[in-house]
């Protein structure tokens, strides 16, 4: 029996919309949500169309239930005063059905609203009972899906490394990957505004370098780099260039001498000695080149170990080098070069990654495909990467799971009673209407064995 007054009319979901409203929520509170359909003040997706068709099977099902109910009255009545026989049986039938069909009317009416508008205790429970559903769900939610064994278990089975590697080998895929990246790389790069970064380097980066002493730091790493002789192909360069300077501007190597030579030695002789000088300085430079022993280079070696070991120990040469320090970081020209090079650095990386077919996106796409078949073909280093992200996922679930499931009750809280039992409603009522039915049907069932009990005990 679904006789709802019209005290209580605004809370049924049957009830029709107003002009503009969208699923009875007035539409200058409605918005769009990221995939076209509006949404109601509260966030609840809206489709029109669908909440229309949701609202009829409804309506049917309440139709039916009711039916079934009025049928019952009906009979009941009919048959009113019979009490032997098939009509006994009938009538009391008949009288459990309405018994039935409005308890379970009752029952389902008060999880979404006051039955009959009365303030009935323990009814109206989705608008009274909100914060408590929400609460339960988080519980729910952080003990059943938010546990280590859980998590490491459904990571496990699913082979998360196995499957990506069988999709990075599908034809197109591993392009396809590699194309996304570099577009939204392309676009995150066009979108970091220069002076942010400016602000970054003026106001973070070179205050922090001019705070840090950082003579006993190069120190450290000069010492170690020529221990290594990590600075010998630098050398090597050096010489390269400075030899083939030297071959390249032979005449000029011979003016610059011969411009300084006395005035009253012949010029024949000047231009002897010059080309004299010229061979002998290349011929200089190749032995340095070829002989990882030469003085000059044992010369450059100690000379480096000392400033080194001075940068590390020494006072005088400390304060030295950070008074430098100082006068290079305090330049204004050190703020432009650093955004000439982030400038020159972003355009390099954006040009190579808009080329689809330049050799930064193929070496990509090979790079993938590769890793994709070693990760097939090697189960070990699959278990190693599952067994990692099984570890990420249960540190970020320990450090995060709470503000996660919290997410639940807070978003649970923010939602208005009455709005919410009438979605709930929407999306289960039709089934909901199910117990009605079956109340009707077993309660008349019920009645008549009642009655055939109370017929065959003696008096």
């Excluded at 020529?226 to 050398?235: I, K, Q």
């Excluded at 990882?292 to 030295?320: E, G, S």
């Excluded at 320990?398 to 997410?407: C, N």
């Amino acid at each position: 029996m679904d006789t709802t007054p019209q005290a209580t009319r605004e809370h049924d979901p049957e009830a029709p919309a107003a002009a503009g409203d969208v699923a009875g929520t007035p539409a200058r509170h409605g918005r769009r949500t990221g995939s076209g359909a509006p949404s109601g003040p509260l966030g609840f997706i809206v489709d029109p169309a669908l909440d229309a068709q949701r609202r009829r099977d409804l309506r049917q099902m309440r139709l039916v239930a009711t039916g079934l109910l009025v049928f019952a009255a009906i009979v009941y009545v009919l048959t009113r005063g019979h009490d032997d026989g098939v009509l006994g049986f009938v009538n009391a039938g008949a009288e459990a059905s309405m018994v039935g069909a409005c308890a379970d009317w009752f029952a389902v009416t008060a999880i979404f609203r006051h039955p009959l508008g009365l303030p009935i205790p323990h009814t109206a429970l989705i608008p009274r009972k909100k914060e408590m559903i929400g609460r339960s769900l988080e519980e729910f939610v952080s003990e059943n899906f938010m546990r280590e064994d859980i998590i490491r278990e459904r990571v496990l089975d699913a082979e998360p490394t196995r499957r990506a590697a069988e999709w990075a080998l599908a034809p197109g895929h591993a392009k396809r990957l590699v194309d996304e990246v570099a577009t939204v790389t392309v676009h995150a790069l066009h979108r970091i505004p220069d002076e942010d970064v400016r602000a970054i380097i003026e106001q973070a980066v070179l205050p922090r370098l001019a705070q840090e002493p950082i003579s006993s730091l190069a120190g450290g790493l000069l010492d170690q780099v020529v221990r290594d002789e990590a600075h010998v192909g630098l050398v090597d360069l050096a010489l390269d260039e400075v030899r083939g300077w030297l071959v390249d501007n032979e005449d000029l190597f011979e003016s610059l001498i011969t411009q300084r030579a006395p005035a009253w030695v012949p010029a024949a002789i000047n231009d002897l000695v010059a080309r004299k000088i010229h061979v002998e300085a290349l011929k200089w430079l190749a032995d340095i080149r070829n002989d990882p022993r030469h003085d000059v280079r044992l010369a450059l070696d100690k000379l480096l170990i000392d400033l080194a070991d001075d940068l590390q120990h020494d006072p005088v040469t400390q304060a030295k080098a950070e008074r430098l320090k100082e006068r290079v970081l305090a330049h204004p020209q050190v703020a432009d070069t650093a955004m000439s090079l982030w400038a020159s650095f972003r355009a390099v990386v954006i040009a190579a990654l808009e080329d689809e077919g330049g050799p930064v996106r193929a070496r990509a796409v090979r790079e993938v495909t590769a890793l994709a078949e070693r990760l097939l073909a090697d189960a070990a280093l699959r278990a190693r990467i599952d067994t990692r992200i099984c570890d990420a996922t249960i540190y970020a679930i320990d450090r995060y799971g709470t503000e996660l499931t919290r997410i639940i009750s807070d978003t649970v809280d923010r939602w208005d009673g009455k709005e919410t039992a009438e979605r709930v409603e929407l999306q289960v009522g039709r089934d909901l209407q199910f117990i009605r039915i079956n109340g009707t049907l077993v309660g008349g069932l019920i009645g008549m064995l009642i009655h055939a009990v109370s017929i065959l005990l003696p008096s």
